[in-house]
């Protein structure tokens, strides 16, 4: 287990931004009532990074979507067509479909998303 020295490790991180975006930081601090820029930005910083993790990638962040992420239990062939399937539904049905489709894997969910 690291030591506590080491899980609180800070590395300053620096990069540029426009001279707008540094004022409109100084306001958002002022008005968060942080005391430091470093404070709200590390914030910014955690939730983002936490975004970027979810997404998977940079790409699929800035599409707004997710990697993938497929089960050991069927193949990848299959959950690749189920995902165009429903990727398909989400963008192209009637919203009746769309609520149809819902209910029934929030069913199926519900059925098999309980921990055995």
């Given at each position: ?5 080491q899980?609180?490790?800070?590395v ?8 707008e ?14 005391r430091?820029?470093t ?7 955690n939730w983002?990074?936490?975004e ?6 940079l ?19 299959l ?22 489709v ?11 998303g309980?921990?055995?």
């Amino acid at each position: 287990m690291p030591s506590k020295t080491q899980r609180e490790l800070n590395v300053p991180v620096s990069f540029r931004i426009p001279l707008e975006q540094l004022h409109e930081i100084e306001d958002a601090v002022r008005k968060e009532a942080r005391r430091h820029r470093t404070d709200l930005l590390e914030f910014v910083w955690n939730w983002a990074w936490g975004e970027y993790k979810r997404a998977g990638s940079l790409q699929a962040l800035l599409a707004g979507t997710r990697t993938r992420r497929y089960s050991r239990r069927v193949s990848e062939e299959l959950q690749d067509q189920l995902y165009t399937a429903l990727e398909t539904i989400l963008e192209r049905a009637p919203s009746a479909v769309i609520e149809d489709v819902a209910r029934t894997l929030t069913v199926r969910a519900g059925k098999y998303g309980a921990e055995k």
